[in-house]
């Protein structure tokens, strides 16, 4: 049998594919995410060179205000600069005195003939000429001249008369223009005065104005020292004036005298010798006037050359032979009597001084000596602004200053007189007299004093910031006594220990503070603090004192409180059984002032600390202790709450799982911890204090003292600048050591926010292991 075999085509099956699960991404594809990263890359640069931008504009905030600050302080520490503009021949060979008025257009020359010459200062062209009437058998021996500001000359003749002139300058604007024109007139008669009974040669001659009238005190001849007073005397009914003459001789006069001055009080001469002496007469009784010492001015072997009052008359400049400048005032002692006394001296001349020329409004001078050399000077500062000689070989006879030193004339010994422009704003202060003691005129003694304007018009500015600096930190440090302590312990209770439904309440109460006006704080410390503290001074030391104690006697007595009352009161609510215990503690204590003054303080405790020689001001430091404490407060309690709140809980639950009570934790672990964000708050605070205005300057008394006295007040850096810029001067000297205030003030902030950062990233690295 044949078996077949059938092959058969195997046809592919078609077989459906089971259905695929597809899965969509959460994250976009394709082009949206090309899109999505090109905005985030956007928004980073963006973000990136914003925060970069605005790190850059800080930066460059603070170094624009450093820079505008420097631009109004530079010009205070500048010299003087000196500029010649004009020279033409003198209006006379032989100078006696020279004077410009205060545009600098006239300028006057007295000679040794007796003829005053009025000239225009630019170009020497002549203009006044007026010849005094002196005898014809006279001749002028000897001229003295008053205060600047008085215009008053004298001139001394060889017969023993004098004669008595003023010059001044009337100003008009005819058409609106200006003219000055010249006058001269004679308080004491139009012709010379026998002033020399004996008619004695007058050698040496001084003249002053003052009070009780014209005094001039004349050396002869002969040797003897006259002080002669002419008083005006109007009679009552008539109206009529008449001149009354006294003359007093003066005891035990030096036997040679180069040049003597009367100070403006007709109360002290002062009398210069050939050699190297001054000698002192108190002349305030001229009937009594005594002779009280004779002081050697220069260096033995050297004799004085020059003498001259600084403006006021209070300070005497002498020149010596060896070319020094020395100034001098008078100083009283302890038994009330005056002494002449070396204040300070300047920079030494090569040359002996020949001339010097006191400024009109200021204290300062400028001096010429022998070898041409010209110095400008200033007193208070104790600045040589200038000592350089003279162009084109200049030797100076006589110098004359304008009254608003801006320009000077030189007359010459070549019969030469040369204009000179000056530039020399601010020589008053210098960064050693505004950091140093100064010895200032009237005082006892070097003392930091800040006194910057007066009514008077030959006050000497005191402007030390010493007193302004001590103030800043003397409210600052009593503030943050009296702050810290509160803030950064009720910060730790408030975060550590509190519960989370009282401090909700507590921390935006505090924080809410801080937008308190500082204006009404002050207001407050002014008008009612400082009065209530004053009145209930031991009531305000025995909460100061006694408070902690008895908040730790109501905490110990808590503890003895029954276990199901302190259960029901819970953990974290203790405060507001604490808030009425000081509320009845502060009432009581101040209930029972009145009885602690009457028992151990003879009724007042203020007046017994001024009894036992502590001063005490209504308005001092302890009021401002207090009222800037509370404004400091919300600042320091907001940063160091949040720096204890935001400790890892995983460090305190440990601490409290090995065994550590809570106490022990906050002192273990929180504070350390906490320490960079508590120190920031404490730093923060204190630059909050350092910059406070209104407060201090509401509730000091504004006194720039140099002490840190719980019961004096101060005044700080901000307040005096908030007192006293809008009442200066735009550009002034006062102007600008306002501003120097204000730099120094802003590197106070600058350098205490740098030393808190630096000191709270090394607490910041030191317990960053824990």
């Not at 005094?132 to 008053?152: C, H, M, Q, Y």
């Not at 050699?275 to 050297?302: F, L």
């Not at 001259?308 to 010596?320: A, D, R």
């Not at 404490?682 to 509730?699: C, K, P, Q, W």
Request: aromatic share 10%.
């Amino acid at each position: 049998m044949q078996q077949t075999s059938v092959s058969t085509a195997s046809t592919p099956s078609t077989v459906s594919p089971e259905p695929t699960q597809v899965t969509r991404s959460l994250l976009p594809s394709g082009e949206k995410r090309a899109r999505l990263r090109k905005w985030r890359s956007f928004k980073d640069k963006v973000s990136q060179y914003g925060i970069a931008f605005a790190g850059i504009s800080v930066v460059a905030a603070f170094a624009t205000i450093f820079i505008y600050l420097f631009s109004e302080v530079g010009p205070i520490f500048s010299s003087a600069d000196v500029e010649k503009q004009h020279s033409y021949p003198s209006a006379s060979p032989q100078p006696l005195f020279s004077n410009l008025e205060r545009y600098g257009e006239v300028g006057l020359v007295a000679d040794a003939g007796g003829q005053l010459q009025f000239f225009d200062a630019k170009t020497g062209a002549a203009q006044q000429k007026i010849q005094l009437a002196l005898p014809a058998d006279a001749t002028i021996s000897s001229f003295a001249k008053g205060e600047p500001r008085s215009g008053l000359i004298a001139f001394g003749l060889s017969n023993g008369q004098v004669l008595v002139a003023k010059h001044e300058y009337n100003l008009s604007y005819p058409n609106d223009k200006r003219q000055i024109v010249p006058v001269v007139t004679y308080p004491l008669g139009d012709t010379p005065i026998q002033l020399d009974p004996q008619q004695q040669p007058i050698l040496s001659l001084a003249v002053q104005e003052g009070p009780s009238g014209t005094a001039i005190t004349a050396f002869t001849a002969d040797g003897r020292l006259s002080y002669n007073l002419f008083e005006a005397q109007t009679e009552f009914l008539s109206g009529e004036t008449t001149l009354v003459r006294t003359d007093y001789q003066l005891p035990e006069a030096p036997k040679t005298v180069r040049k003597m001055l009367v100070d403006t009080t007709l109360k002290n001469l002062f009398v210069a010798d050939m050699d190297n002496k001054i000698h002192y007469y108190d002349i305030s009784e001229p009937a009594s006037a005594r002779y009280v010492e004779a002081v050697t001015a220069v260096a033995t072997g050297q004799n004085i050359t020059a003498l001259e009052f600084l403006v006021g008359s209070v300070s005497l400049i002498v020149g010596g032979s060896d070319g020094t400048v020395s100034q001098w005032f008078l100083v009283r002692d302890e038994h009330n009597n005056f002494h002449l006394k070396h204040i300070r001296d300047f920079d030494q001349h090569p040359a002996a001084i020949t001339q010097i020329e006191p400024e009109y409004s200021r204290k300062g001078f400028m001096a010429i000596d022998e070898k041409g050399h010209l110095g400008i000077h200033y007193g208070t500062s104790a600045r040589t602004l200038w000592l350089e000689p003279l162009a084109d070989d200049i030797q100076p006879a006589r110098l004359a200053i304008s009254p608003i030193n801006d320009a000077f004339l030189i007359l010459d010994t070549k019969g030469q007189t040369h204009n000179f422009l000056l530039e020399n704003a601010h020589p008053d202060v210098s960064w050693k007299a505004m950091w140093n003691e100064v010895w200032y005129e009237g005082r006892g003694e070097a003392d930091y004093i800040w006194q910057a304007s007066s009514g008077s018009d030959e006050f000497e500015a005191k402007m030390s910031l010493v007193p302004l600096a001590v103030g800043t930190l003397k409210a600052a440090l009593f503030a943050m006594l009296f702050a810290t302590p509160l803030a950064v312990m009720s910060a730790l209770y408030t975060a550590y220990f509190m519960t989370p439904k009282l401090r909700g309440k507590v921390k935006p109460t505090i924080e809410i503070m801080a937008a308190l006006p500082t204006v009404i704080l002050g207001f407050l410390a002014g008008l009612w603090l400082a009065p209530f503290i004053e009145n209930y001074l031991s009531a305000v030391f025995s909460i100061l004192l006694l408070l902690p104690l008895m908040m730790l006697l109501a905490a110990w007595c808590y503890r003895y409180l029954p276990a199901s009352l302190r259960n029901r009161i819970g953990l974290g609510w203790e405060v507001a059984l604490l808030v009425p215990v000081i509320i009845a503690f502060i009432w009581i204590c101040v209930s029972l002032s009145p009885a602690i003054d009457n028992q151990f303080f003879n009724g007042s405790l203020r007046q017994w600390f001024t009894d036992n020689g502590i001063t005490y001001d209504q308005r001092n430091a302890l009021v401002v202790g207090i009222a800037m404490g509370f404004a400091v407060i919300p600042n320091i309690f907001s940063i160091a709450e949040d720096a204890i709140f935001n400790v890892p809980r995983h460090l305190t639950q440990g601490s409290l799982a090995l065994g550590a009570t809570p106490w022990q934790t906050m002192m273990g672990v929180v504070l350390p911890t906490a320490s960079p964000g508590i120190f920031a708050a404490v730093m923060v605070g204190f630059g909050r204090a350092v910059g406070e205005t209104m407060i201090v300057l509401m509730a000091t008394g504004n006194s720039p003292v140099v002490n840190f006295n719980l019961f004096e007040g101060m005044r700080t850096l901000s307040a005096n600048i908030a007192v006293e810029l809008p009442e200066t001067a735009v550009g002034s000297t006062h102007f600008r050591v306002l501003f120097l205030a204000a730099l120094v003030l802003f590197v106070f902030t600058f350098v205490f926010n740098t030393l808190a950062e630096v000191i709270r990233q090394r607490l910041r690295q030191r317990f960053s292991n824990l």
